[in-house]
T-cell receptor
Framework: GAVVSQHPSWVICKSGTSVKIECRSLDFQATTMFWYRQFPKQSLMLMATSNEGSKATYEQGVEKDKFLINHASLTLSTLTVTSAHPEDSSFYIC?????????????FGSGTRLTVV | LAKTTQPISMDSYEGQEVNITCSHNNIATNDYITWYQQFPSQGPRFIIQGYKTKVTNEVASLFIPADRKSSTLSLPRVSLSDTAVYYCLVGDLVTGGGNKLTFGTGTQLKVEL
């Protein structure tokens, strides 16, 4: 079945530094990838939608200059949290949609736990 | 995207059947109903998807009435390992094109001995 690999699974960084999270579709091509953020005991909140070769579309309230998204190929999207602060500490999850679409074409990564100290 | 409403939490015991109902009054003609399971510190995992009537796979059944304004996820004979958050999502997932999935609050299922 479709597999999405997310790396790293956890990261601790100092306040003010930047962190990059990778999302790869391992055995399929993904036209679209999505980035979510999840705080403890809350639901997933969609941050942005990225399409290969074009600029990401950010949800209202998400700072595009802080959360940089690059979707350079049909199998890789990256999320960079720039100048991270403690309030950015969260669980970040990516999802990839199979290029053929379809009913079960959304696969999620295993998530990245970001802790900013 | 159609908004969904589901119970915040449910408790059950091992071996019991659990039914989680989701309301989606504004479901559109092209929308499918999809359920995901999420364990702590993991990404959501696809459970089942349907458009109408009943769908069954190796882990669950999905019941959808004729008006499609609600759906019920049925987990037969739950075990402790079924303790998780279950999300009901409604959207057009057929045409592709980057239709985004919006998550509601989900239902925290707790299974005890």
């Amino acid at each position: 079945g479709a597999v999405v690999s997310q790396h790293p699974s956890w990261v601790i960084c100092k306040s003010g530094t930047s962190v990059k999270i990778e999302c790869r579709s391992l055995d399929f091509q993904a036209t679209t990838m999505f980035w979510y953020r999840q705080f403890p005991k809350q639901s997933l909140m969609l941050m942005a939608t990225s399409n290969e070769g074009s600029k990401a579309t950010y949800e209202q309230g998400v700072e595009k200059d802080k959360f940089l998204i690059n979707h350079a190929s049909l199998t890789l999207s990256t999320l960079t949290v720039t100048s991270a602060h403690p309030e950015d500490s969260s669980f970040y999850i990516c999802s990839a949609q199979h290029i053929k679409g379809g009913k079960d074409g959304y696969t999620f990564g295993s998530g990245t736990r970001l802790t900013v100290v | 995207l159609a908004k969904t409403t589901q119970p915040i939490s449910m408790d059950s015991y091992e071996g019991q059947e659990v039914n989680i109902t989701c309301s989606h009054n504004n479901i559109a003609t092209n929308d499918y109903i999809t359920w995901y399971q999420q364990f702590p510190s993991q990404g959501p995992r696809f459970i089942i998807q349907g458009y109408k009537t009943k769908v069954t796979n190796e882990v669950a059944s999905l019941f959808i009435p004729a008006d499609r304004k609600s759906s019920t996820l049925s987990l037969p004979r739950v075990s402790l390992s079924d303790t998780a958050v279950y999300y009901c999502l409604v959207g057009d997932l057929v045409t592709g094109g980057g239709n985004k999935l919006t998550f509601g609050t989900g239902t925290q299922l707790k299974v005890e001995l």
